[in-house]
T-cell receptor
Framework: GAGVSQSPSNKVTEKGKDVELRCDPI?????LYWYRQSLGQGLEFLIY????????KSGLPSDRFSAERTGGSVSTLTIQRTQQEDSAVYLC?????????????FGEGSRLTVL | AQSVTQLDSQVPVFEEAPVELRCNYS??????LFWYVQYPNQGLQLLLK??????LVKGINGFEAEFNKSQTSFPLRKPSVHISDTAEYFC???????????FGAGTTVTVRA
């Protein structure tokens, strides 16, 4: 497709289970971001990938969170031993280059509910 | 680190009325500012951005924003809203001199007939 694709769109899991969220970027976009959107909290930066450079993981809230980007394309965000406070919408965004003046293109998000 | 504050969490407005959403930023250096919109059950999309030049920036769907350095504000305005403008609006600024956008908490606009 032409846009950023995220899957699953909705995920309900039990506390303590692991989950994987996937992001397919727009072709040719070298920068990829994960954000977390919690009710009334705005968007929280999690992690950033740019080409083959080491990712910026400074926003990951705990060591239960990890992400990878294979071949500079698809990215997977993994949350281990999920907790109820992990419930949120996880948004992936991509852009053409490493720039703070460019536009981010967002996917529709993966809504995670931890019971 | 640069940040933005959106002063209104909820803004109800009648159709065809004007709307203004407030955004204040904190920065002592050159500022780039963005407004994004999130329609129900969708991802965010760029409404407009200020990088330099004219302080009045026009975006999509009839929205505009004005960069005000003295008041450190970047309010979003539309003179006449439609039902379809019902959405959440986010103000954003790069966190420092890098690429990460820092978003405000968002303002939910509900347009009623």
């Amino acid at each position: 497709g032409a846009g950023v694709s995220q899957s699953p769109s909705n995920k309900v899991t039990e506390k303590g289970k692991d989950v994987e969220l996937r992001c397919d970027p727009i072709s040719g976009h070298t920068a990829l971001y994960w954000y977390r959107q919690s009710l009334g909290q705005g968007l929280e930066f999690l992690i950033y990938f740019q080409g083959n450079s080491a990712p910026d993981k400074s926003g990951l809230p705990s060591d239960r969170f990890s992400a990878e980007r294979t071949g500079g394309s698809v990215s997977t965000l993994t949350i281990q031993r999920t907790q109820q406070e992990d419930s949120a919408v996880y948004l992936c965004a991509t852009s053409r280059a490493n720039s703070n003046t460019g536009e981010l293109f967002f996917g529709e998000g993966s809504r995670l509910t931890v019971l | 680190a640069q940040s933005v504050t959106q002063l209104d969490s909820q803004v109800p407005v009648f159709e065809e009325a004007p709307v203004e959403l407030r955004c204040n930023y904190s920065s002592s250096v050159s500022v780039y500012l963005f407004w994004y919109v999130q329609y129900p059950n969708q991802g965010l999309q760029l409404l407009l951005k200020y990088l330099s030049g004219s302080t009045l920036v026009k975006g999509i769907n009839g929205f505009e924003a004005e960069f005000n350095k003295s008041q450190t504000s970047f309010p979003l305005r539309k003179p006449s809203v439609h039902i379809s403008d019902t959405a959440e609006y986010f103000c954003a600024v790069p966190s420092s001199n890098d690429y990460k956008l820092s978003f405000g908490a968002g303002t939910t606009v509900t347009v009623r007939a």
